[in-house]
Structures are given as C-alpha cells and as structure tokens.
C-alpha cells in the first residue's frame, strides 16, 4: 500500500484532475493549481504527509489570495468575466 502513495503517484492524480475539472468547466482554477502544486512539492521534498501539508498551507492560501487579487483588481478583465 505504501508504495502506491508516494509524491509521484499524488502528482500524477493531481495533474489528472486538474486536467478533468479544467475540461469539464467544474473549476475556476485555483483549487485545480493547489492540487497540481503537489507535484512540484512532492518531486522537490518528497515526504507525502509534508506534501499535504505544504501544499495546504502555501498553495491554497497563496493561490486562493493571488486569484482573488486578480479578480478584484479595477478593470480587470478576469473580473470582467467572472462577473
């Protein structure tokens, strides 16, 4: 069991949602990017449970932050869409 939860295999799942949510219309992005951003924390740490965490911590709150500033920006042509 062990060997089927490792960083890599997380990654590879993660890319294949976002890619399936993305394609479906089901997500805005941001949660999509969180999840494709354990890949590249799970190649450069490599410790599963750390991958989560970190992933958790600096990518739902660094993307969820960066997209809502993007979206609320003045003239912003994603504001514009999204509205």
Request: glycine content about 10%; hydrophobic content about 60%.
């Amino acid at each position: 069991m062990s060997e089927l939860i490792t960083s890599h295999n997380l990654g590879y799942l993660a890319v294949l949602f976002m890619v399936v949510m993305m394609v479906r219309g089901r997500s805005d992005g941001s949660f999509a990017m969180l999840l494709a951003s354990l890949l590249l924390i799970g190649l450069a740490v490599g410790h599963v449970l750390w991958n989560v965490i970190v992933a958790l911590l600096l990518g739902g709150i660094g993307i969820n932050l960066f997209c809502s500033w993007l979206t609320a920006a003045p003239g912003s042509k994603l504001r514009s869409a999204a509205l």
